[in-house]
């Protein structure tokens, strides 16, 4: 009798703490990437275009999928800047898309509504670009923390983003990557 309520009583204790560690486990970045505050980030060298980016990064991590990296106040554009040192002349692409029809400059994130850039942050599109060239559709942020337009053809490197507390399915990252598509093919 008491031998099976202490094995039962060790069998809930080593599965509270399995549950645990798988609790604790979700909620760091994997080995490759890296972590800051609530996010896991992923860079890579390989210089893509724009789309090739967004799409690689979809395919990545988190609940919902990656998306590019997405700066929405001045704390996250110092870290980036501060990550960039070194790189030269080269660059990260930004998750910023402009929508030819409206002109808008809009934050693409997997899963989730796209949210308008802040007029606050304009400050760091670079001196001497042409905001009214609209075949420039996305952005890219170099080493001098400065945002610069480029077109389709455009190759950077790429920069990855996931939230460790999404909870959009997959399912629905999907629809809304298959609606980006459609948009973008419609260009």
């Known amino acids: 009798g008491s031998f099976q309520i202490t094995t039962s009583g060790i069998m809930k204790t080593v599965v509270l703490l399995?549950?645990?560690?798988?609790?604790?486990?979700?909620?760091?970045?994997?080995?490759?990437?890296?972590?800051?505050?609530?996010?896991?980030?992923?860079?890579?060298?390989?210089?893509?275009?724009?789309?090739?980016?967004?799409?690689?990064?979809?395919?990545?991590?988190?609940?919902?999928g990656a998306s590019l990296v997405t700066i929405f106040n001045d704390d996250k554009h110092d870290q980036i800047q501060s990550d960039l040192r070194g790189a030269g002349d080269n660059g990260v692409w930004l998750a910023l898309y402009r929508d030819p029809d409206v002109g808008k400059w809009n934050w693409l994130q997997a899963g989730k509504p796209q949210v308008p850039l802040d007029s606050s942050l304009e400050k760091y599109i670079a001196p001497g670009q042409d905001m009214n060239d609209m075949?420039?559709?996305?952005?890219?942020?170099?080493?001098?923390?400065?945002?610069?337009?480029?077109?389709?053809?455009?190759?950077?490197?790429?920069?990855c983003q996931y939230d460790l507390v999404a909870t959009v399915s997959r399912a629905n990252r999907k629809s809304s990557m298959a609606q980006l598509h459609r948009s973008l093919r419609a260009d």
């Open 18 to 64: 399995l549950f645990a560690a798988i609790g604790s486990a979700q909620e760091l970045c994997p080995p490759t990437w890296d972590q800051w505050n609530d996010s896991c980030y992923y860079y890579s060298i390989d210089e893509v275009q724009w789309i090739n980016a967004l799409v690689g990064c979809g395919n990545m991590g988190g609940k919902g």
């Open 135 to 159: 075949t420039k559709k996305n952005m890219y942020m170099k080493a001098d923390g400065l945002w610069y337009l480029d077109d389709w053809e455009g190759k950077h490197w790429t920069l």
